[in-house]
């Protein structure tokens, strides 16, 4: 089954709007980190969170983590139509094979010029 | 520096046919991941190799998956007697040491479609 789940499904705004998206989870984890994946090929990693911390910010990323809901948030400010792109949040498994990441089923974010 | 390959980036086989996919780690990089990215679904873990340790197959969905990792570089994945389920993104990641806090760097993908 899914670890985490994101939403919404797709998401569209305009040029210059914030973005935000939501990734929920059932286990405990050790770290929390979002991806984006652009025309179904390669993802590239944006941002990692650990359990420990509540806020991480990157550039025009900023992301929150509350693990008594098993939630996350990614915030992209100031978009740009570059940022068109799926976007997916990977959990692993706190304990052992914590390598094995589990990702959602993403969010399509369309940013329109 | 050069970041993981793969190669065929895109391959039509005939159902019953077997395919092997390539994968090009980052020089260096001891751990290595095959995920399957399928339409719809998210990516499906397939399996870690890390150093000379014996690989989690976990996530492998039948026997008639299998991959290997050569003098712990390139891994090959072979899909024996394919089927049209297998149709999908087979996505390689490599980390320089695995664990979690261990960024995962991704290749393009192999696109695998089964007639």
């Known amino acids: 089954s899914q670890q985490g789940e994101e939403d919404p499904q797709a998401l569209s705004i305009q040029e210059g709007e914030n973005a935000t998206m939501n990734c929920s989870y059932k286990?405990?984890?050790?770290?929390l980190q979002w991806y984006r994946q652009n025309s179904g090929r390669g993802l590239v990693h944006l941002i990692l969170?650990?359990?420990?911390?509540r806020e991480k910010h990157s550039g025009r990323l900023r992301v929150t983590l509350d693990t008594s809901k098993k939630s996350s948030s990614l915030l992209i400010t100031a978009s740009r139509a570059a940022d068109t792109a799926s976007y997916f949040c990977?959990?692993?498994?706190?304990?052992?094979?914590?390598?094995?990441?589990?990702f959602g089923k993403g969010t399509l974010l369309t940013v329109n010029p | 520096g050069a970041g993981v390959s793969q190669s065929p980036s895109n391959k039509v086989t005939e159902k019953g046919k077997d395919v092997e996919l390539r994968c090009d780690p980052i020089?260096?990089?001891?751990?290595l991941y095959w995920y399957r990215q399928s339409l719809g679904q998210g990516l499906e873990f397939l399996i870690y190799?890390?150093?000379?340790?014996?690989?989690?197959k976990s996530g492998l969905p039948s026997d008639r998956f299998s991959a290997e990792r050569t003098g712990g570089s390139v891994s090959t994945l072979t899909i024996q007697r394919t089927q049209q389920e297998d149709s999908a993104v087979y996505l390689c990641?490599?980390?320089?040491?695995?664990?979690?806090?261990?960024?995962?760097?991704f290749g393009p993908g192999t696109r695998l479609t089964v007639l």
């Open positions: 020089s260096g990089h001891t751990a």
């Open positions: 190799f890390q150093g000379n340790s014996a690989p989690d």
């Open positions: 990977a959990t692993d498994a706190s304990g052992g094979s914590n390598y094995k990441l589990t």
């Open positions: 969170i650990r359990s420990n911390e």
């Open positions: 286990t405990s984890i050790n770290n």
């Open positions: 990641a490599s980390s320089l040491d695995g664990g979690s806090v261990d960024t995962q760097y």
